[in-house]
């Protein structure tokens, strides 16, 4: 190298790439600058295959943002997830070697370590997409035996003909991942599922399914009995380049700035493919093209993402259908990062899901309610329009809206009464204020007009309130929650 020392900042978080012997002289030399030399292959420095990635900061350092300005909005699918913070800027590919506030173990190799009946447990390796990444105009991840890996388990447990339960983690097992979410044992004990091994692949085979795992550069094709793919699960991003992460492949996330974890999977997306799900969403039906996170939270309206009743499943016209056994939040990108892959991102160290396989939306939505149970069916006027507002003032406003509607023939069946039939406003003591002073007459009116009454309720008890004593020497009040 010229005589010239390895600079410290060199040491380690090598990255693999290679500037001829030649150019690299002159770039330590302070003669040439790396943004004008030709990066391809590899070399080797100091005695370790590859360039460290910091070379780049060295001598050519990415542009600083005043901390008032945000990293620019440098691709569309860029959102305010823990894991696009601090995004890096793809308008200079130089930055991109640049250490990220954050490591990855994604799935890139897996080996069959062991059979139990019908669930295979496999060794993986896996590798830090966020370095690992060769500057080629092809997409690969530096995989060979000098790159650093995370050894972890990758498990599929056959459950039916076309359903089966996917996990990763760690180490060398997965967590059993009891959660109050998965009520029914829905394993068939006569299932019979064929392995088959391959020098690149192993299939797995049902009367239902095909899986063909490839073993490097891992991915998983689900194809049903004709052959033909239904979806690929786990792979890398579908484009020539390297260099984004719109997509992740099959793994986990570190965040060191806010020291959380995050489980990555990604399901591809074929043209008009339609996506549903997810629970109470205001948006349109089809989820595909949304950015939705699942967390439980008041609406507020509903006109945005905030919902109460948010369900970690979905079914895609492709014809299958996944439901995800975590309880932590989660974010689904349908479409939104990367327009090819509906990327699921949720919170904690390990991943959990069950795949359904229909072809039919009606089957799939079956099966999976075997799983988390099924509900019984409300009663036919729940299904009719229900009509409220914040809120309704007196029992006298209430009679008239009911008036009102049948006087104008606006189809209606239930009034909901909002958060004003206390004696103070949002204050639910469950008691109706002097505003209501005749709830029986009231509620003996509005029947006699073919409406049903839902009473807004919300579960907490201001300590000035008359039933907070009590509430507190039966102790039937938890602590914690939003309003300490």
């Not at 958060?419 to 109706?432: A, H, I, L, M, V």
Request: hydrophobic share 35%.
């Amino acid at each position: 190298m010229a005589g010239q020392a390895l600079p410290p900042a060199l040491a380690g978080n090598f990255f693999d790439v290679d500037v001829p012997r030649p150019v690299l002289d002159r770039v330590l030399s302070g003669e040439l600058d790396l943004s004008s030399a030709l990066l391809r292959g590899r070399i080797r420095v100091g005695g370790d295959t590859g360039l460290a990635a910091r070379l780049v900061n060295v001598f050519n350092p990415p542009p600083v943002y005043p901390p008032s300005l945000p990293t620019p909005n440098t691709y569309v699918g860029l959102s305010d997830h823990p894991l696009d913070r601090k995004a890096i800027n793809l308008t200079n590919v130089f930055d991109l070697f640049g250490a990220p506030p954050r490591t990855a173990a994604c799935v890139q190799r897996v080996d069959l370590y062991e059979r139990r009946g019908n669930s295979f447990v496999f060794r993986a390796r896996g590798y830090d997409v966020y370095h690992n990444r060769r500057m080629e105009m092809d997409h690969t991840y530096v995989t060979d035996d000098e790159m650093d890996y995370t050894e972890m388990t990758w498990r599929i447990d056959f459950l039916q003909a076309g359903a089966y339960r996917v996990r990763l983690a760690t180490g060398d097992r997965v967590p059993d991942s009891v959660t109050p979410m998965v009520v029914g044992d829905i394993a068939d004990p006569q299932l019979e599922v064929t392995f088959e091994e391959h020098p690149d692949h192993y299939l797995l085979r049902t009367s239902a399914l095909c899986l063909k795992v490839y073993r490097e550069d891992f991915r998983t094709e689900v194809l049903d009995t004709a052959g033909h793919k239904v979806t690929e699960v786990g792979g890398r991003q579908k484009t020539l380049f390297s260099t984004v992460l719109d997509s992740f492949p099959t793994g986990l996330i570190h965040d060191d700035e806010t020291g959380l974890d995050f489980a990555v999977e990604n399901f591809t997306l074929a043209p008009g493919e339609a996506v549903y799900g997810f629970g109470e969403r205001f948006s349109t039906l089809n989820k595909r093209g949304q950015t939705v996170g699942l967390w439980a939270i008041d609406g507020l309206g509903n006109t945005s993402g905030r919902t109460y009743k948010n369900i970690p499943f979905f079914m895609s016209t492709a014809g299958y259908g996944v439901f995800v056994n975590h309880v932590l939040p989660m974010t689904f990108f349908v479409g939104s990062r990367s327009y090819v892959h509906n990327l699921l991102m949720a919170e904690g160290d390990s991943l959990d899901y069950y795949f359904f396989y229909g072809p039919s939306l009606k089957k799939i939505a079956s099966d999976y309610t075997d799983l988390t149970g099924k509900s019984p069916v409300p009663p036919k006027w729940s299904f009719g329009l229900w009509v409220s507002r914040i809120s309704y003032d007196s029992q006298e406003e209430v009679i008239e809206a009911a008036r009102r509607l049948r006087a104008e023939r606006y189809p209606a069946d239930v009034i909901n009464v909002d958060t004003n039939w206390f004696k103070g406003e949002w204050q639910c003591d469950y008691r109706f204020g002097p505003r209501f002073p005749d709830p029986a007459g009231m509620f003996r009116q509005l029947r006699e007009k073919r409406f049903r009454v839902c009473l807004w309720q919300w579960p907490y008890v201001c300590e000035h309130l008359d039933i907070f004593e009590e509430a507190q020497e039966k102790d039937v009040l938890a602590e914690g929650g939003n309003f300490d």
